[in-house]
């Protein structure tokens, strides 16, 4: 069965500086990665997605995301935070047919 | 890119009434669409998947009688949460797959919030 892990409930960065957002996965396959991000009472928003290729993947928004197949992860990062960039970020996968979601990694930028 | 939309973007209604949500797909074909349902902060819980011309396939533990879902055609799914609940109060998110140039991606609509009182 494929999961999604989000070890991370919030994830606390002062504007300007690097931040990351973890996320590892499971899926037997290969799998299909994707960052979403959702604002207060809005739907998802995509950000970015691996599918194959080149592991870092650039997105949206100036985010990227870095696919490690040993650790079975994919990171989202960007180099300097905003503080509009806060928001819930959910990590998923698809392997097979269904999309799964992480829990959900909340991020506050700090001014 | 592809836009897939909600409609009503929010809902209240009373106890013991169906409610119809709209999922549409505006700019591409997608044979398969899916409902979500969220929690406030907590993440997405897949319901359903819903096929264009099939019956729709459930989530362990989603009630099919109690969130009906019709997929008639290619850019429209409905989810209809019958004789709703308070406990039935969510955001409802549906998406749409589209495979277009060989890559299957998928769309989000903007939710639909729904309140039972």
């Known amino acids: 069965a494929q999961s999604v892990a989000q070890p991370e409930d919030q994830v606390n960065v002062a504007e300007g500086n690097p931040l990351t957002v973890k996320c590892t996965y499971s899926v037997s396959g290969n799998p299909y990665l994707f960052w979403y991000v959702q604002y207060p009472n809005r739907g998802l928003q995509f950000l970015l997605k691996?599918?194959?290729?080149?592991?870092l993947v650039k997105g949206s928004y100036g985010f990227e995301a870095e696919f490690n197949k040993s650790q079975t992860s994919f990171h989202l990062k960007k180099p300097s935070a905003l503080v509009s960039d806060s928001a819930l970020y959910f990590c998923a996968v698809t392997g097979g047919f269904k999309t799964i979601f992480g829990a959900g990694t909340r991020l506050f930028v700090k001014a | 890119g592809a836009v897939v939309s909600q409609h009503p973007s929010w809902v209240i209604c009373k106890s013991g009434t169906s409610v119809k949500i709209e999922c549409r797909s505006l700019?591409?074909?997608?044979?398969?669409m899916f409902w979500y349902r969220q929690f406030p902060k907590q993440s997405l819980m897949l319901m359903a998947t819903?096929?264009?011309?099939?019956?729709?396939?459930?989530e362990q533990g989603v009630e099919k009688d109690k969130f009906l879902i019709n997929h008639a055609s290619l850019t429209l799914s409905t989810l209809t949460v019958t004789s709703a609940h308070p406990e039935d109060s969510s955001f409802y998110i549906c998406s749409a797959r589209s495979s277009i140039r060989g890559q299957e991606t998928q769309y989000f609509g903007p939710g639909t919030r729904l309140l039972v009182l």
């Open positions: 819903s096929n264009e011309g099939s019956k729709a396939t459930y």
């Open positions: 700019d591409f074909q997608a044979t398969t």
């Open positions: 691996y599918i194959t290729g080149d592991n």
